[in-house]
Every structure is written in C-alpha cells, then in structure tokens.
C-alpha cells in the first residue's frame, strides 16, 4: 500500500513539474507588409508638391499694376545665362527661368547643371519648360508626358526641390494639356510683356523697346530668352533703365515699378495668394535700398529720352 501510495506521488510530482518546464506557446508575428509602390502619379505629384508656387490660376502678367517680374526661358546656356544671373544680381533684381531639361542632362549637361544650381543659390525661381521645346498644342497624352512629366522628373531630383510652375513652349498649349497640368498641380506661367528678343537684332532697339513696354503698361511679367546674346548684352541696361526711372519717379515723389518675385503675380480663384515672408523682405528691401542707389547714381537722372515713339520690329 505504502509503495503503491509512494508511486502516485511521484508521478504526480513530474506531471507538475513538467507542466512548468513547459512555455506558453507564442504566436507566430504575421508576415511584415510589404510597402506599398508608389503609382507613377503618386511619385510625380510630389514632384510638382510646391505650397508656393504650384496649383494656381494661370499667370497672365496682367494680376497687378506697379510691379514688373523677369522672366527667361529656354536655358540654361553656359555662353550667355551666366551674364544675365549677373546683372540680375547687380540691380538686386528677382527673377525667374524656365529650364529646358534636356540641356541638364547627361555629361553634356554638367556646365548647364553649375549654372542651374547657382541660379538657385543665387534665390531665383526655377519652372519647367519641357524636355525638348516642343510645340504642345494639340499633344498626344503620350506626348504631354514625354514634354511634361518627364521634365518636372527631372528638373525636380536636379534642383532637389518640387517643381510648381510649368511655362509652355511658345505659349502654345490647348485645354487638353491644361487639364493635364491642373491634374499634376503645375501653375501655367504666361506673360504680359513679350519682348521677341528671339527675332532681335540691334541691341541699343532691343533695350529702349523693352524698357518702354515696362513703362507703358505699368509693369507685368517679362518673357526673354537667357539663351540669346543679344539679350546677355542688354539686360543689365534694361535694369539700369529700369532703376534710373525709378528714381526719376521717388524725385518726383510718384510709385516706382518695383521689380518683384513672380509670387506677386499668383491668384487663387482670382484672389492673392499670401506672399511668403522672405519674398516680402526682398521686395521692402528693394524699396528701401532705392534712394541710396539714386544718391550714387550719375546725375542728372536723364529717362525721358527713352520713351520716345520707336519703330517696332
């Protein structure tokens, strides 16, 4: 009885121990989820992704009187876009380019890419201006993509930033390809002042018509061509001009044309968009450098000569 009673105890004594020498299962972890890819217009939205400058009405040039922004398409150029980037830095001058992106790729394009990355050090604005030039009206999707998508792709990753703006070469763009902007978030940038500086051929016509434009029609946005050099040549005296009317008019005690950023001219639904701080800055500080730059300039302050009837090309 006692061996029997003996047995019981032990065995009951390993039935416990084992049952405590054995760990709760554990539950195997679900597979991590593979990150999802990204659809290729979800990867160019954030490309086109700028708060700033994208998803506004179309630039016409005509938002605001009072104010001029400069503009240059079809670069960069290493041969004549470093001189206009001088001048404009010269007369504190903010401007804008829209960047042809075939000429910043490949090997052929490291010069052009230098002069891209100083125009952005140097606090200009970059949009696009499509892959190759080519006319847009009347575009296939296949080929607004190959113009479009493919130039904000790569101007975007080349400036390392979002790329809002897109200006269509020629002007020439249907509604076809602007639904396909509005789609992508790009802002249509058009001008109001088109200097045909492309066709041009004497320089000293080419300034005095330029200047006389801005003063007529009391600023808007400027279309030249940074890739011409007949326009390096002049541009720095069609700042001067602009600068030497500006204090004709403060001796005057009348509004100058004040040479701003291209954000002036963004609507919302025809409505102004808010002014980022540090363009503001710029602009009041243009305004308040003014008098000095009058004070060390060449007297008297001769305009008038310049805006005299001229023959148009």
């Given at each position: 009885?006692?061996?029997?009673?003996?047995?019981?105890?032990?065995?009951?004594?390993?039935?416990?121990?084992?049952?405590?020498?054995?760990?709760?299962?554990?539950?195997?972890?679900?597979?991590?989820?593979?990150p999802k890819k990204k659809s290729p217009?979800?990867?160019?939205?954030?490309?086109?992704?700028?708060?700033?400058?994208?998803?506004?009405?179309?630039?016409?040039?005509?938002?605001?009187?009072?104010?001029?922004?400069?503009?240059?398409?079809?670069?960069?150029?290493?041969?004549?876009?470093?001189?206009?980037?001088?001048?404009?830095?010269?007369?504190?001058?903010?401007?804008?380019?829209?960047?042809?992106?075939?000429?910043?790729?490949?090997?052929?394009?490291?010069?052009?890419?230098?002069?891209?990355?100083?125009?952005?050090?140097?606090?200009?604005?970059?949009g696009s201006h499509s892959v190759t030039?080519?006319?847009?009206?009347?575009?296939?999707?296949?080929?607004?993509?190959?113009?479009?998508?493919?130039?904000?792709?790569?101007?975007?990753?080349?400036?390392?930033?979002?790329?809002?703006?897109?200006?269509?070469?020629?002007?020439?763009?249907?509604?076809?390809?602007?639904?396909?902007?509005?789609?992508?978030?790009?802002?249509?940038?058009?001008?109001?002042?088109?200097?045909?500086?492309?066709?041009?051929?004497?320089?000293?016509?080419?300034?005095?018509?330029?200047?006389?434009?801005?003063?007529?029609?009391?600023?808007?946005?400027?279309?030249?061509?940074?890739?011409?050099?007949?326009?390096?040549?002049?541009?720095?005296?069609?700042?001067?001009?602009?600068?030497?009317?500006?204090?004709?008019?403060?001796?005057?005690?009348?509004?100058?044309?004040?040479?701003?950023?291209?954000?002036?001219?963004?609507?919302?639904?025809?409505?102004?968009?808010?002014?980022?701080?540090?363009?503001?800055?710029?602009?009041?500080?243009?305004?308040?450098?003014?008098?000095?730059?009058?004070?060390?300039?060449?007297?008297?302050?001769?305009?008038?000569?310049?805006?005299?009837?001229?023959?148009?090309?």
């Amino acid at each position: 009885m006692f061996a029997r009673s003996l047995v019981i105890v032990v065995l009951l004594a390993a039935t416990a121990s084992a049952e405590k020498s054995e760990k709760p299962a554990v539950p195997a972890e679900p597979p991590a989820d593979k990150p999802k890819k990204k659809s290729p217009d979800a990867e160019l939205l954030e490309l086109t992704a700028d708060p700033l400058l994208g998803k506004a009405d179309r630039i016409s040039g005509e938002e605001v009187r009072g104010m001029v922004a400069f503009t240059f398409d079809d670069g960069p150029n290493p041969s004549t876009t470093p001189a206009v980037i001088d001048a404009l830095v010269k007369y504190n001058v903010p401007a804008t380019f829209f960047i042809v992106t075939r000429k910043i790729v490949g090997k052929q394009g490291e010069a052009a890419r230098e002069i891209l990355k100083r125009q952005l050090e140097s606090g200009f604005l970059v949009g696009s201006h499509s892959v190759t030039h080519s006319k847009l009206s009347g575009a296939s999707p296949a080929k607004l993509a190959a113009e479009i998508d493919e130039s904000v792709k790569t101007l975007a990753k080349t400036a390392e930033r979002p790329i809002g703006m897109f200006r269509a070469p020629f002007g020439a763009i249907d509604g076809r390809g602007r639904a396909w902007l509005k789609k992508r978030g790009l802002t249509e940038a058009f001008w109001s002042i088109d200097t045909r500086d492309w066709q041009a051929k004497d320089a000293a016509h080419l300034r005095k018509k330029i200047f006389k434009m801005i003063v007529t029609q009391h600023g808007g946005v400027v279309l030249m061509h940074d890739v011409k050099a007949i326009t390096a040549e002049i541009v720095g005296n069609v700042l001067d001009d602009l600068e030497a009317e500006n204090c004709r008019r403060l001796d005057v005690q009348s509004d100058p044309i004040v040479p701003v950023s291209i954000h002036y001219f963004l609507r919302d639904k025809r409505k102004l968009r808010d002014i980022p701080d540090d363009v503001k800055k710029t602009t009041e500080a243009y305004r308040l450098a003014l008098p000095a730059r009058c004070a060390a300039r060449p007297q008297p302050i001769i305009v008038p000569e310049l805006l005299k009837p001229i023959v148009w090309e």
